[in-house]
């Protein structure tokens, strides 16, 4: 069974997309994003899916799709930032090298911007982030075998500090 180089969780706006493509482009291997599985899956986007058919639809199609990609996937793995919220997936990941990329609200607000497309951020991104944010730290903290601080850094530094903390070369 193969299984992912590393898995990167945390909150939106942490990087773990912009990391994780980066980090499988300096391994040469496959990114797979979980938001992207169930976009192309479902040919809509995330948000179009919280609208037509709600919340916990779309967790449902996200469970599946981190199974899906825990099991096929050998290269770098993001997961949507509220997967690990779903006891399933928290199992499933029991074993998984998984790294929480950390983010403060200042630094998690200014990326993902106050015209964020997130639909859980609509209306009100500091305030929903600072929820979500209090809500999941000790979430991911829980599902994680490192845990890499990004405030203040750069993706290409993220990076770099993934890499260290996973004692892996670049
Ligand atoms: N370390 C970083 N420093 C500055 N901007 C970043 C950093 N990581 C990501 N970004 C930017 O923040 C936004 C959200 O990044 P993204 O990778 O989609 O986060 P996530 O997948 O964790 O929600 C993007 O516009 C991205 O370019
Ligand atoms: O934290 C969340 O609940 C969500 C995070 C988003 O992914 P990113 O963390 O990649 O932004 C996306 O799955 C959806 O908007 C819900
Ligand atoms: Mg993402």
Redesign the pocket.
């Known amino acids: 069974m193969s299984r992912p180089r590393v898995v990167?969780v945390?909150?939106?706006?942490?990087?773990?997309?912009?990391?994780?493509?980066l980090l499988a482009d300096g391994w040469g291997v496959a990114l797979r994003?979980t938001?992207a599985d169930v976009e192309a899956h479902q040919g809509r986007s995330v948000q179009e899916i919280f609208v037509d058919d709600g919340e916990p639809a779309f967790r449902a199609l996200e469970r599946e799709a981190v199974a899906a990609a825990l099991a096929e996937h050998d290269g770098v793995l993001?997961l949507?930032?509220g997967a690990v919220m779903d006891p399933a997936t928290r199992d499933r990941l029991a074993g998984h090298t998984v790294v929480f990329?950390r983010?403060g609200l200042a630094?998690?607000a200014?990326?993902?911007?106050l015209a964020s497309s997130?639909p859980l951020l609509l209306g009100n991104v500091r305030g929903q982030l600072k929820k979500i944010l209090d809500e999941r730290a000790a979430v991911y903290a829980g599902v994680a075998s490192a845990v890499v601080d990004?405030d203040?850094?750069?993706?290409?530094?993220?990076a770099e500090a993934v890499r260290a903390a996973l004692e892996v070369p670049a």
């Open positions: 990167l945390g909150p939106m706006g942490a990087g773990k997309t912009t990391v994780g493509a994003d938001d993001a949507g930032g990329l983010v630094d998690a200014s990326r993902v911007g997130r990004t203040g850094r750069g993706p290409a530094e993220v």
